[in-house]
C-alpha cells in the first residue's frame, strides 16, 4: 500500500512539473495579443573617437502595439541623463538629434526604469495587458536585434547596480524573425522597411520614430504569415 502510495504521489508532481512546463511553453510560443516595442539610443562615438566609453542609454522609448488591431494604443518616452559620459559627442548629437541640454534635463537610469514601470502598471490595468510573472503572458517586448536589451539595457544596469526586472528576461528579435522568414538578411530597419515597400516614418535614430517603424514592419510581416515568438532571452 505504501508503494502504490508513493507512486501516487511521484505521479501527481510529475503532472504538475508537466503542467507548468506547458503552461511557461504557452506562453512564449503563443501568439501575443500585443507588444512593447523598444528603441534605446545611447551615447555613442565615431570609430576612431580616443574618448570612446560604454553606451549609455539617453533616450528610452516605448509603445505598445496592438497585434490584433495592427496599431499603436501607448507610448512610453523618457530621455536619460548620461553619467560616466556626461558630454555627447558630435557624432551622438548629430546621428540622434539629441541635444546635451536634452540629456541634461533628463532622469537618471534608475528613475527612468522606475517610471516605465510605473506606465507599464497603467497599461496592464488599462488594457489588460500580461508580461513576465503573469502566465499565461499575451505580451512580449519587441526589438531589431537582441542589442537593446542583451548588450546595452543589462550591460548599464549592472554597471551601475540596477537591478534588471524581470519582464526583461524574454522578447522577440525582430531583426531575427525577418531574416528566417523571408531568407535574407536586410540592411537595417529602413532596409527591411525598403523590402517590403513600405517607408519610414519621422526620423531616423529616434528611438521612438525607430519603435514605430519597427511595429509599422511587424504588422506587414505577421500578414504575410510570420509568427511572433520568442526568440531570445537572458
Given at each position: 500500500m505504501e508503494k502504490m502510495l508513493d507512486?501516487?504521489?511521484?505521479?501527481?508532481?510529475?503532472?504538475?512539473?508537466?503542467v507548468r512546463k506547458e503552461l511557461t511553453e504557452k506562453s512564449t510560443n503563443?501568439?501575443?495579443?500585443?507588444?512593447?516595442?523598444?528603441?534605446f539610443e545611447a551615447t555613442c562615438w565615431n570609430r576612431n573617437d580616443p574618448d570612446r566609453g560604454y553606451s549609455?542609454?539617453?533616450?528610452?522609448?516605448?509603445?505598445?502595439?496592438?497585434?490584433?488591431?495592427?496599431?499603436?494604443?501607448?507610448?512610453?518616452?523618457q530621455y536619460v541623463m548620461p553619467i560616466e559620459n556626461t558630454?555627447?559627442?558630435?557624432?551622438?548629437?548629430?546621428l540622434t538629434g539629441i541635444s546635451q541640454q536634452t540629456v541634461d534635463?533628463?532622469?537618471?537610469?534608475?528613475?527612468?526604469?522606475?517610471?516605465?514601470?510605473?506606465?507599464?502598471?497603467?497599461?496592464?490595468?488599462?488594457?489588460?495587458?500580461?508580461?513576465g510573472k503573469f502566465v499565461p503572458n499575451n505580451c512580449i517586448f519587441a526589438t531589431w536585434s537582441d542589442w537593446d536589451i542583451r548588450n546595452c539595457l543589462k550591460n548599464e544596469c549592472r554597471?551601475?547596480?540596477?537591478?534588471?526586472?524581470?519582464?526583461f528576461t524574454k522578447w522577440i528579435d525582430i531583426r531575427a524573425l525577418y531574416t528566417k522568414h523571408y531568407m535574407r538578411r536586410p540592411k537595417g530597419l529602413l532596409g527591411a522597411l525598403g523590402e517590403l515597400g513600405l517607408?519610414?516614418?519621422?526620423?531616423?535614430?529616434?528611438?521612438?520614430?525607430?519603435?514605430?517603424?519597427?511595429?509599422?514592419?511587424?504588422?506587414?510581416?505577421?500578414?504575410?504569415?510570420?509568427?511572433?515568438?520568442?526568440?531570445?532571452?537572458?
Open positions: 507512486l501516487a504521489r511521484s505521479l501527481k508532481c510529475t503532472e504538475i512539473i508537466n503563443r501568439p501575443f495579443k500585443y507588444l512593447l516595442v523598444i528603441d549609455e542609454i539617453i533616450e528610452f522609448p516605448c509603445i505598445l502595439y496592438s497585434v490584433e488591431g495592427n496599431k499603436i494604443i501607448s507610448y512610453f518616452q558630454k555627447l559627442s558630435k557624432f551622438c548629437t548629430e534635463n533628463g532622469v537618471p537610469l534608475k528613475t527612468c526604469m522606475m517610471l516605465f514601470l510605473k506606465w507599464l502598471e497603467h497599461i496592464r490595468n488599462k488594457y489588460n495587458v500580461s508580461i554597471r551601475k547596480q540596477i537591478v534588471l526586472p524581470e519582464i517607408e519610414f516614418e519621422g526620423r531616423q535614430h529616434c528611438g521612438l520614430d525607430d519603435a514605430k517603424n519597427t511595429a509599422k514592419l511587424v504588422g506587414r510581416m505577421v500578414s504575410e504569415g510570420v509568427i511572433l515568438k520568442c526568440t531570445s532571452c537572458l
